[in-house]
């Protein structure tokens, strides 16, 4: 069935399949996705463990590199602050905050390196305006919106559609789902390319030695895989909604 994602480039297929695709195939793919999520996460926590404990030669900490990183990038009204809780590392875009969690800030480490980094990479996006970080901070409102109501928007078209037959309010309730799905779709170059930039400048500006950059590859590897897992997760719901309307249809 991952296939069926596979196929979804082409329009006329993606129709068929989307018709073919039952309820019970749908919601089967969720579960899977679901398991594969646990399992990426549980891998994530397993590396960042290991790279947290893994020193640094130049002996500096998160929240220095992270200095370093925007300074040679010309940045110098982003503040760098410690946020608690762990991987809940963000960049605040309205506050221009680089907000490191306590295990990367005072952490001289790999993975606290790679992770400021990624941090200070969405804080370059902005700068420079990046297109993709444009589209998803304008979709922020529309997805908090749309994720809060759809499942009462459907709730409500069900409704309405075993009384008038109608199946017009489903469809946007679908719709708003598929804003969801959209959103975490647009996520994924961002994210992709905030590593990119990090790694990028660990490497060129010689912050971390080679062996080092290993670790620090790794660690972003398998953050990015997280998204990848949402995004899929994400699309699996959409297709879900859908047959489970076009069977009630
Ligand atoms: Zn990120």
Same mark, same amino acid.
């Given at each position: ?29 969720i579960?899977?996705i ?24 130049n ?9 370093? @990183? ?5 940045i ?9 809780? @762990? +991987?809940?590392?963000h ?6 905050t680089v ?15 790679a ?33 809060? @109501? ?13 009384i ?7 469809w946007?309730g ?15 170059p ?17 912050t971390?030695?080679?062996?080092? @950059? ?29 047959? +489970?309307?076009?069977?009630?249809n």
């Amino acid at each position: 069935m991952i296939t069926t994602l596979l196929f979804l480039g082409n329009n006329a297929e993606q129709s068929s399949l989307i018709a073919n695709l039952t309820t019970s195939e749908a919601f089967f793919l969720i579960i899977i996705i679901a398991v594969v999520g646990m399992i990426v996460q549980a891998r994530l926590r397993s590396v960042f463990n290991k790279y947290s404990n893994v020193g640094l030669s130049n002996g500096m900490t998160g929240a220095e590199i992270a200095a370093k @990183m925007l300074r040679d990038h010309n940045i110098h009204d982003v503040k760098i602050t410690q946020t608690g809780g @762990m +991987l809940t590392d963000h960049y605040n875009p309205a506050t221009k905050t680089v907000n490191l969690s306590e295990g990367v800030f005072s952490s001289r480490s790999i993975a606290a390196a790679a992770v400021a980094c990624h941090e200070c990479g969405h804080a370059i996006q902005h700068a420079e305006g990046y297109a993709p970080l444009r589209l998803r901070s304008s979709l922020v409102p529309i997805v908090n919106f749309s994720s809060m @109501m759809a499942q009462w928007v459907i709730i409500l078209g069900l409704i309405m559609m075993s009384i008038s037959g109608s199946s017009l309010v489903c469809w946007i309730g679908v719709g708003m789902i598929a804003m969801s799905a959209l959103f975490s779709i647009v996520t994924l170059p961002v994210e992709y390319n905030a590593s990119n930039r990090a790694l990028e400048w660990l490497e060129s500006s010689r912050t971390l030695r080679d062996d080092e @950059m290993d670790g620090a590859r790794i660690s972003l590897r398998w953050a990015a895989r997280t998204y990848l897992v949402a995004a899929l997760s994400a699309i699996a719901s959409l297709l879900y909604y859908i047959t +489970l309307i076009n069977r009630r249809n």
